[in-house]
Every structure is written in structure tokens, then in C-alpha cells.
Antibody
Framework: EVQLVESGGDLVKPGGSLRLSCAAS????????MSWVRQAPGKGLEWVGQ??????????DYAAPVKGRFTISRDDSESTLYLQMNSVKTEDTALYYC??????????WGQGTLVTVSS | DVVMTQSPLSLPVTLGQPASISCRSS???????????LSWFQQRPGQSPRRLIY???NRDSGVPDRFSGSGSGTDFTLMISRVEAEDVGLYYC??????????FGQGTNLEIK
């Protein structure tokens, strides 16, 4: 059974940092393309960024609002995905979902972890 | 960036009746590999999104066959043949052809009349 379990969400002050984690199981994580998608309270879905599988070079791509502030990484030995969030802004407040990308989009989603940016 | 526009944004439907959601992209979604990466997602109240359809018309595992997707180029449709109570929620289309970024529609709220 595929499982994606996010953790690390918290209340953080503007300008602060936070690291989210996503523990994956039930599929071959090493070759999987993974992404983060967020949803602000009462709003729609917004793609944050992705990381390719090892066999595809493991490179990353980011949405414009987070580029230069957020970093996606992975530990294939632990089947874990990370999202390092730096210089956070109030507009980064959202539920952050870890997703497994397959056939052009998020095939499987975690339950989400809540990040609140507020002073 | 490719803009995805859904209509309607609110969709009241009688139980057992069909429902249709439209999604239009600001540019064609045929990829260089010949595939069209248009997906549909369902988000029930209080739950994570779940993909229903990928590459325009392919149902994900476990998705009831009352859900179907169609379309080409820039115009796509999600059809529910007979709406059930469990279908209440938000529906999003998303393009995965011209990334980054992957882009979602605004969402359509399906409710029971």
C-alpha cells in the first residue's frame, strides 16, 4: 500500500525557516518523481516544486513564488522527501501536500502538514 | 505559464443526474512525446485531493466508471454519469505538459441540489 506521511508543519514567524518531511512507502521511491503542492486556507491547489528520480538526474524545479527561498531534497536511503522553507512569508501559510508524480501529475497524495506563518 | 480555466465554479446537481465540468487551457497541451497531460482531481470535504483521471481519459485505479474524461487541444471535460452523494466536493483540472510550473484550474464545487 502506498503511503505518504508528511510532518514538520508548525507556526513560524515571517522571515523564519522550517523543514517539512515526507516519509514514503509502498513504491520504488528512488526512481519516483516527487513534488510538493500547497493549499492556502479556503483556496485552491498550487504546485510548489518537484524533484526528479535518481535515474533522471534528481534535478529540481520550483514555482516562481518560492524559487530562491524553498529547497526540495530527498534521501533515497530513507525514502524521505524534504522541503526546506527559508525566508517564509505570510502568504506561505498553507497545508503542504507531498505527492508522487506519475503520468503527468500527482498520482498519490499525503494527508498534508499545516504551515502557519504569523508574528 | 499555462492558465487553466474551469467552468462552472459552482455546480448544484440532483442525485442520480449527470454532471459535467469544463476545463480550458491557455495553450495546447499536447506534449513533445505525443501525450496530453491533463488530469482531474477530486477533493472531498476535509480530505486530501485524489486523482481521478490522467492523460485526458484514463481512470486511476479504484475510480468508479461513472467518472470519465474527454477532450483535446485546449478543451477538456470531466463527466459524472450519475451523481452520488459521495461525489460532493471540489474538482480540479491540472496540466502537466508545460512545466514548470504545473498549473491547476480554480476548482469547481459540486453540491447536491
Amino acid at each position: 500500500e502506498v503511503q505518504l506521511v508528511e510532518s514538520g508543519g508548525d507556526l513560524v514567524k515571517p522571515g523564519g525557516s522550517l523543514r517539512l518531511s515526507c516519509a514514503a512507502s509502498g513504491f520504488t521511491f528512488t526512481s519516483a518523481w516527487m513534488s510538493w503542492v500547497r493549499q492556502a486556507p479556503g483556496k485552491g491547489l498550487e504546485w510548489v516544486g518537484q524533484i526528479k528520480g535518481k535515474s533522471d538526474g534528481g534535478s529540481t524545479d520550483y514555482a516562481a513564488p518560492v524559487k530562491g527561498r524553498f529547497t526540495i531534497s530527498r534521501d533515497d536511503s530513507e525514502s524521505t522527501l524534504y522541503l526546506q522553507m527559508n525566508s517564509v512569508k505570510t502568504e506561505d501559510t498553507a497545508l503542504y501536500y507531498c505527492t508522487w508524480l506519475w503520468n503527468g501529475g500527482p498520482h498519490f497524495w499525503g494527508q498534508g502538514t499545516l504551515v502557519t506563518v504569523s508574528s | 505559464d499555462v492558465v487553466m480555466t474551469q467552468s462552472p465554479l459552482s455546480l448544484p446537481v440532483t442525485l442520480g443526474q449527470p454532471a459535467s465540468i469544463s476545463c480550458r487551457s491557455s495553450q495546447g497541451l499536447v506534449s513533445s512525446d505525443g501525450n496530453t497531460y491533463l488530469s482531474w482531481f477530486q477533493q472531498r470535504p476535509g480530505q486530501s485531493p485524489r486523482r481521478l483521471i490522467y492523460k485526458v481519459s484514463n481512470r486511476d485505479s479504484g475510480v468508479p466508471d461513472r467518472f470519465s474524461g474527454s477532450g483535446s487541444g485546449t478543451d477538456f471535460t470531466l463527466m459524472i454519469s450519475r451523481v452520488e452523494a459521495e461525489d460532493v466536493g471540489l474538482y480540479y483540472c491540472m496540466q502537466g505538459t508545460h512545466w514548470p510550473p504545473y498549473t491547476f484550474g480554480q476548482g469547481t464545487n459540486l453540491e447536491i441540489k
